[in-house]
């Protein structure tokens, strides 16, 4: 580099001055040559080119290179590492600690040379500021800190010099300057963030503006489309004039061809034009009543510009509940409905209501609107097809006081609720209605021109939109039976339809895309159909409670149920993808590729997301405020996870529970203390209704026992000291003491006159007992603490509940009006929820199926298959002999459709125990071979006994079917330890009023609600027509004998489980039958106050005999007769030879066949195998009382 280049750094080349890099000249002209090498590096390059850059760089680097081999240098730079290499090595200074002790070692001149930014902007863009530190004398200012502390550090060695003091009031000035300055950039930078915020509210102001000009631009965009409907619909119509005059024209005759037709079509004067124009009958849709789809040329964008979550509008729509709501679009069309019985049509844009439906005469339960077009559904049990483009609707009319300027989302009503439609504007919108279905509409949906409906009459019908017609009926309880769900081979059967906290409809969803149907049912079960074929295809058994709504895509259906949950199933294999559970029941549903959103609970929305795994509320929530609410909780089930199942708490810790035992308590003790006092009052009264004040026939004494009983166990509860063991003991046996007194006044009348009085108090002091043990098991679990009585403890506990509850139903029959039978029902609930298997020997899958013995059929009856009601009402009235009246017959096909032989089998013993609590509910059974027998008695047992003597007495090695060799023995077989079992029959009992569950299991046949003839022989055996049949079962295991009797009843015997043989003798034989006398039972068994025969009853005085009437029942035995039975009594020859000639007919019922039984038609039956029946006992209107009129 030459010499010239060297002098400009300012670099001599001497070595004369050793200091002349560390003096003060030296670094100042160093300081120069930096300044100037960053300037060149640092500035633009616009004024010098690449090589002049470079030039400038090099000659920078090689003038510092070559002070740094300088000996001087090198001496120092050594004596400083020697003497402090640890802080070297170890030295992590941050760029401001650098900057900062360079500037405190630098003078004021070099300082002054450091080059600054000449950017007098701010860093928020837009917004000029002049910050004083910006301006020469400002970066002078700014350096002086340092400057200070280093004019600071070097007084103590300077102290009380004139110079010392002129910095110290030099440097006081600077620092107040610097501190005026803070506080005007200070102040200069709380008014940009002022402005800042002035103009973001300014942008949310424009935003709103343009929102709302958005949402104007829609509504005006939606007028301009209903116009542009209203002129396509106008060219349509007179399109089809123009087509209909042109075919006119062609087919009228000219005047050439009418003078060559002459008269002689005179006859046909009504044109088939004119036929046409005729009104059609009300229902069917009119020619010109077609379905027309409209769809939108363009879609809302508004919903866009909110942010997710939030609330757009609410909306005073109804004064009632609402009960069904769709929409089309955003900010389109919407429809509600609701409980005040009215349909309103909104326009979301506007948030107004356009028009009111009518039409239905009951409440919309159900609809669906796509495109212009809307279908509904009513309880009136009718559909509805309505096209909503011709409605008269102006978004802009003034009879809602509306300025044109006015913003369309920000109408609001001022009066807070429903605004009332133009009248009239929707009254062209009515298509047609279709009319089919018996029951209300729970479920509709529908895609092009097909419509599926479901009903509360448990059916499925699919309609023709073009004709407006049913095409197909699909019966579900029939598909109940044939659904191919599997229940699995283990002995404990998997409960599906446990009934919901509140009521559901049977056909609750349904979903339809081209031939495929989805249905969700109130049993829990999802069954897929084939419109094709009108049959399930597959069913999917999952949820345990109503299913509400269901939706499915091409892979996957989501379905939400009443049992809090909601399930994706993959419909390629129809197994559980997915399942998430709510803590409420899922009422509403839908779904996407993202999200799940569902209404489940009140007030709040919840949307859960699949990706992310979160979920969160939409509306009002939950507050804390609100009392008895918890906060919303969304919890993935994973199906294979196994994890240990949470211990539940026992429905007596449950509050509820509690507070109904003290209501049902207080209130008797209430009864009880106002009769006794009022007593004569009352007794005055000639009330109409004796069982309003049924307790007021009591003796004072006996009320003022109850009053006594009830407060004592008011105590137990209320006493803040534990009840001592023999206290409770005490009071338990005092109630018991007053039940058993209360049971044997039972015996001084006849059951149908016991005083009502009677059975009530019985049934009172029955729930008195049940609320002490409830009190008494409290009061211990809390002497003893939380974990003093263990959940599991309570086996015996909830034996003895159930059992005191059952008492009181089958001995006094839930006798109260107050509260009786509602009571019971209600504590059986909160018992039945806490269902838990009781323990006991493990029982089959299913009873068995050998068959000890079966009598041959040698003279069968008549068999035919799915008789319908109208031939059988036809069959009851032709009879083939008019003086034998209508035989018997087996009638198949009947019970396809009872749950009992399918989905919820009776041929399960675990299903049998999941309907009974556990088998712990009571059943009365008659223990004997049959009720004639010696040493017959009757029982209250707990139903799992039953069925463990059941499947112990059916034990018996199998023969082979239809084997007409007798068994060994017909008596009562004896175990190997001695103990004689004997056989167990439930006969004859009303099990379905004590057990509703049952009910729900069967359906009444249609038959039954036929018109039968009266008594073939005697119209005075004939009884007061019954309302309803009468029900009763009969289950026990094989070998079973209900003995020749006839009834007083046409009966409909239905056989559910194992198989049965059937005898029937026709009345004109009763007297060969030789029927009993009235016969004396001194066994009172288990003292069952109830009749156990058909028939009446006698009780002698203070019930110690009683004589029961069994006229009904012939004398002869027939398995005694012939052969199958030992004959413990003698005949006579003559007798036995007249019955042995005595025409019959018999049959062997299995399961799924039902036989009727003609009124006074004497019957013998016989349980082949472990048998569970049903009967249905009806009649006619034949009955005349003494005065003439009906007694019933």
């Given at each position: 580099m030459a010499a010239s280049d060297n002098d400009q750094y300012g670099f001599h080349d001497d070595a004369g001055d050793d200091q002349s890099v560390l003096s003060t000249r030296g670094i100042e002209a160093f300081g120069r040559k930096v300044t100037t090498t960053a300037s060149h590096l640092m500035g633009p390059l616009s004024d010098q080119g690449n090589n002049n850059h470079h030039h400038h760089y090099h000659g920078a680097l090689a003038e510092v290179h070559k002070q740094l081999r300088r000996p001087t240098i090198q001496r120092s730079m050594f004596s400083m590492?020697?003497?402090?290499?640890?802080?070297?090595?170890?030295?992590?200074?941050?760029?401001?600690?650098?900057?900062?002790?360079?500037?405190?070692?630098?003078?004021?001149?070099?300082?002054?040379?450091?080059?600054?930014?000449?950017?007098?902007?701010?860093?928020?863009?837009?917004?000029?500021?002049?910050?004083?530190?910006?301006?020469?004398?400002?970066?002078?200012?700014?350096?002086?800190?340092?400057?200070?502390?280093?004019?600071?550090?070097?007084?103590?060695?300077?102290?009380?010099?004139?110079?010392a003091l002129h910095n110290l009031k030099k440097d006081k000035a600077s620092m107040m300057h610097e501190l005026e300055m803070l506080g005007v950039r200070k102040n200069m930078a709380s008014s940009e963030i002022r402005d800042i915020d002035n103009k973001i509210a300014n942008l949310h102001g424009m935003r709103r503006i343009i929102l709302d000009r958005l949402a104007n631009l829609e509504q005006d965009e939606t007028l301009l489309e209903h116009d542009l409907m209203d002129v396509e619909t106008r060219l349509e119509e007179a399109q089809d004039l123009v087509d209909e005059a042109e075919s006119i024209a062609i087919n009228t005759p000219t005047k050439t061809e009418e003078d060559l037709a002459g008269d002689q079509d005179e006859a046909g004067f009504m044109s088939q034009s004119v036929y046409e124009k005729l009104p059609t009958a009300a229902g069917t849709p009119a020619s010109k009543a077609k379905k027309r789809v409209v769809r939108r040329k363009s879609m809302p964008i508004l919903h866009e510009h909110f942010e997710a979550g939030t609330a757009i509008r609410e909306i005073r729509a109804h004064q009632d509940t609402i009960t069904a709501l769709d929409f089309d679009a955003p900010f389109g069309t919407m429809v509600t409905s609701a409980m005040d019985d009215s349909i309103r049509v909104w326009d979301l844009n506007a948030g107004r209501c356009i028009g009111l439906l009518d039409g239905h005469t009951a409440s919309v339960r159900t609809l669906q609107i796509d495109d212009n077009f809307l279908a509904t559904g009513g309880m009136d049990a009718t559909i509805r097809l309505w096209d909503l483009s011709k409605a008269?609707?102006?978004?802009?009319?003034?009879?809602?006081?509306?300025?044109?300027?006015?913003?369309?989302?920000?109408?609001?009503?001022?009066?807070?609720?429903?605004?009332?439609?133009?009248?009239?504007?929707?009254?062209?919108?009515?298509?047609?209605?279709?009319?089919?279905?018996?029951?209300?509409?729970?479920?509709?949906?529908?895609?092009?021109?097909?419509?599926?409906?479901?009903?509360?009459?448990?059916?499925?019908?699919?309609?023709?939109?073009?004709?407006?017609?049913?095409?197909?009926?699909?019966?579900?309880?029939?598909?109940?039976?044939?659904?191919?769900?599997?229940?699995?081979?283990?002995?404990?059967?998997?409960?599906?339809?446990?009934?919901?906290?509140?009521?559901?409809?049977?056909?609750?969803?349904?979903?339809?895309?081209?031939?495929?149907?989805a249905c969700g049912t109130a049993d829990g079960m999802v069954r897929l159909w084939d419109l094709r074929s009108g049959q399930v295809h597959r069913s999917l058994v999952g949820h345990t409670g109503p299913v509400t709504c269901l939706q499915f895509d091409d892979v996957h259906l989501v379905t939400g149920s009443m049992d809090r949950s909601i399930r994706i199933w993959d419909l390629r294999t129809g197994s559980i993808y997915?399942?998430?559970?709510?803590?409420?029941?899922?009422?509403?549903?839908?779904?996407?590729?993202?999200?799940?959103?569902?209404?489940?609970?009140?007030?709040?929305?919840?949307?859960?997301?699949?990706?992310?795994?979160?979920?969160?509320?939409?509306?009002?929530?939950?507050?804390?405020?609100?009392?008895?609410?918890?906060?919303?909780?969304?919890?993935?089930?994973?199906?294979?996870?196994?994890?240990?199942?949470?211990?539940?708490?026992?429905?007596?810790?449950?509050?509820?529970?509690?507070?109904?035992?003290?209501?049902?308590?207080?209130?008797?003790?209430?009864?009880?203390?106002?009769?006794?006092v009022h007593s004569g009052s009352l007794l005055q009264q000639q009330s109409a209704d004796d069982e309003k004040y049924s307790l007021k026939a009591l003796d004072p004494g006996v009320l003022k026992s109850l009053e006594d009983l009830a407060l004592d166990v008011l105590t137990v509860h209320a006493?803040?000291?534990?009840?001592?063991?023999?206290?409770?003991?005490?009071?338990?046996r005092r109630l018991d003491e007053d039940i058993e007194r209360t049971y044997r006044r039972f015996y001084d009348f006849v059951y149908a006159d016991l005083p009502y009085c009677w059975r009530q108090l019985y049934t009172d002091l029955s729930l008195l007992k049940f609320s002490c043990l409830v009190f008494l098991r409290g009061r211990e679990r809390a002497a003893g603490g939380a974990e003093g009585v263990e959940v599991d403890g309570d086996e015996k506990l909830l034996d003895e509940l159930v059992s005191v509850l059952d008492r009181a139903l089958i001995l006094a029959g839930g006798a109260g009006v107050a509260r009786g039978r509602k009571t019971i029902s209600k504590l059986l609930a909160y018992l039945d929820d806490d269902y838990t298997p009781a323990p006991g020997p493990r029982l089959p899958a299913t009873f068995p199926t050998s068959r000890p013995f079966t009598p041959p059929v040698k003279r069968p009856i008549r068999v035919i298959d799915g008789m319908s009601m109208p031939a059988f009402q036809s069959y009851l009235d032709n009879p083939s002999s008019a003086d034998l009246g209508p035989e018997p017959l087996v009638l198949t096909s009947l019970l396809t459709g009872w749950p009992a032989l399918s989905t919820r089998p009776w041929g399960s013993p675990g299903y049998l125990l999941s309907r009974t609590h556990a088998g712990r509910r009571l059943v009365p059974v008659e223990v004997g071979r049959s009720y004639v027998d010696e040493g017959w008695t009757q029982e209250l047992i707990p139903f799992r006994e039953l069925l463990s003597r059941v499947i112990a007495s059916s034990s018996a090695p199998p023969t082979q079917a239809g084997s007409q060799e007798p068994p060994p023995s017909s008596k009562d077989e004896t175990e190997e330890d001695g103990r004689e079992t004997r056989t167990t029959y439930l006969a004859q009992h009303e099990l379905f009023s004590q057990l509703p569950h049952l009910q729900n299991d069967i359906l009444t046949p249609d038959h039954c609600f036929t018109s039968p003839p009266p008594h073939p022989l005697d119209p005075s055996a004939d009884k007061p027509e019954l309302e309803l049949p009468l029900v009763n079962a009969w289950f026990g295991p094989a070998g079973t004998i209900t003995p020749l009797h006839t009834d007083g009843y046409h009966n409909l015997l239905c056989q559910v489980v194992g198989a049965k043989y059937v005898r029937l003798y026709a009345p004109h034989d009763s007297e060969a039958l030789c029927p009993r006398?009235?016969?004396?039972?001194?066994?009172?068994?288990?003292?069952?106050?109830?009749?156990?025969?058909?028939?009446?009853?006698?009780?002698?005085?203070?019930?110690?005999?009683?004589?029961?009437?069994?006229?009904?029942?012939?004398?002869?035995?027939?398995?005694?007769?012939?052969?199958?039975?030992?004959?413990?009594?003698g005949r006579d020859a003559i007798e036995l030879e007249e019955f042995r000639g005595l025409r019959y007919w018999d049959c062997v019922l299995e399961a799924g066949d039902v036989l009727y039984i003609p009124i006074g038609w004497w019957h013998y039956v016989r349980s082949l195998s472990v048998s569970f029946s049903v009967s249905f006992w009806w009649n006619g209107d034949h009955y005349d009382g003494p005065d003439g009129r009906s007694s019933a």
């Open positions: 590492a020697k003497t402090t290499p640890t802080d070297m090595v170890r030295s992590k200074l941050s760029t401001t600690e650098i900057q900062h002790r360079a500037l405190t070692y630098l003078s004021d001149e070099l300082l002054a040379n450091i080059p600054e930014s000449d950017n007098s902007y701010s860093l928020f863009q837009g917004f000029k500021a002049s910050f004083p530190d910006l301006t020469e004398e400002g970066r002078k200012h700014r350096r002086r800190v340092s400057r200070g502390r280093k004019l600071l550090e070097d007084t103590e060695h300077t102290p009380g010099t004139p110079q008269h609707y102006d978004p802009h009319g003034s009879q809602y006081g509306r300025d044109e300027d006015e913003d369309g989302i920000a109408f609001e009503n001022p009066d807070d609720g429903p605004v009332e439609p133009p009248e009239g504007s929707m009254r062209d919108c009515h298509l047609y209605t279709l009319q089919s279905h018996v029951d209300e509409i729970t479920a509709l949906h529908f895609r092009n021109d097909t419509l599926v409906s479901g009903s509360a009459d448990k059916t499925l019908r699919q309609w023709d939109l073009e004709k407006g017609r049913c095409v197909q009926t699909l019966d579900v309880m029939w598909a109940a039976a044939q659904a191919s769900a599997s229940l699995g081979s283990e002995s404990s059967w998997r409960q599906t339809n446990r009934a919901p906290a509140q009521s559901a409809d049977f056909i609750g969803a349904l979903q339809v895309f081209e031939t495929a149907l997915d399942a998430y559970a709510y803590d409420n029941a899922i009422t509403s549903m839908m779904f996407d590729e993202r999200r799940i959103v569902s209404a489940a609970g009140e007030d709040v929305v919840k949307v859960y997301d699949k990706v992310e795994g979160r979920q969160w509320d939409c509306g009002a929530g939950i507050s804390e405020a609100e009392e008895g609410k918890t906060p919303a909780i969304v919890e993935r089930v994973t199906p294979q996870a196994s994890t240990p199942p949470r211990k539940k708490m026992s429905v007596l810790d449950e509050l509820a529970f509690i507070e109904e035992c003290i209501r049902t308590t207080a209130a008797i003790h209430t009864d009880a203390h106002h009769l006794n006493s803040d000291d534990a009840p001592s063991s023999q206290d409770g003991i005490r009071l338990l006398g009235v016969d004396g039972d001194d066994d009172d068994g288990d003292g069952l106050a109830q009749e156990g025969t058909e028939g009446g009853e006698e009780h002698e005085e203070k019930g110690a005999k009683r004589k029961v009437d069994m006229s009904n029942t012939s004398a002869f035995d027939v398995g005694a007769v012939e052969g199958w039975d030992p004959d413990p009594e």
